[in-house]
Antibody, heavy 127, light 108 residues
């Protein structure tokens, strides 16, 4: 089954760019849509954004100007870049697969959800 | 953007208790609602999608219900491994899968 593993620096200086990679095993990065989610210490989950298997991207409006998500199918990886980081970007960063399932009840409904997650990587922004 | 509000933010319960967690959407989202469980130090784990569809491998003591703006996650008989934080997530707007603030279930 598909497994995900985040990697990247655990410490980033303020104003610099945070760069993380998620390596996909047990499946192809070109076959699915992928997402990044973060969780500040002691707080809830925040969706950063995702990239569709078509290559299109969608970012959280609060982060949009600083975020880039991309896929490297040759390496079976996808990546996250967050520019101009501050202490507020300190968090555990998770990568996750975005799946879509269509259910027939009184009509056809397509549901999106994150069904496979990496273990998470802690990124601290500090000088 | 659709806002998701969970209540309570935390609750204390005992093994064997029936537990109910509520999630409210700021606008009607039909059944486009997911639930996740997160144990300390672990990534979230999908429990339910489509408001009531149990993800494969999830114990049947978990159930979800609701439509429109009000949703419920129920644990019929709380087990020791269920002490965790639970998050709802709307998937009505596939372009912005926002999470609720979480509900922590701890031991009474």
């Amino acid at each position: 089954q598909v497994q995900l593993q985040e990697s990247g620096p655990g410490l980033v200086k303020p104003s610099e760019t945070l760069s993380l990679t998620c390596t996909v095993s047990g499946g192809s990065s070109s076959s699915y849509s992928w997402s990044w989610i973060r969780q500040p210490p002691g707080k809830g989950l925040e969706l950063i954004g995702y990239i569709y298997n078509s290559g299109g991207t969608k970012y959280n409006p609060s982060l949009k100007s600083r975020v880039t998500i991309s896929v490297d199918t040759s390496k079976n990886q996808f990546s996250l870049k967050v520019s101009s980081v501050t202490a507020a970007d300190t968090a555990v960063y998770y990568c996750a697969r975005v799946m879509m399932t269509t259910v027939k009840t009184d009509g056809y409904y397509s549901y999106y959800y994150m069904d496979v997650w990496g273990k998470g990587t802690t990124v601290t922004v500090s000088s | 953007d659709i806002q998701m509000t969970q209540s309570p933010s935390s609750l204390s319960a005992s093994v064997g208790d029936r537990v109910t967690i509520t999630c409210r959407a700021s606008q009607s989202i039909g059944t486009f609602l997911n639930w996740y469980q997160q144990r300390p130090g672990k990534p979230p784990n999908l429990l339910i999608y489509g408001a009531s569809v149990l993800q494969s491998g999830v114990p049947s003591r978990f159930s979800g219900s609701g439509f429109g703006t009000d949703f419920t996650l129920t644990i019929s008989s709380l087990q020791p491994e269920d002490f965790a934080t639970y998050y709802c997530q709307q998937c009505y707007s596939a372009l912005a899968l926002t999470f609720g603030g979480g509900t922590t279930v701890d031991i009474k």
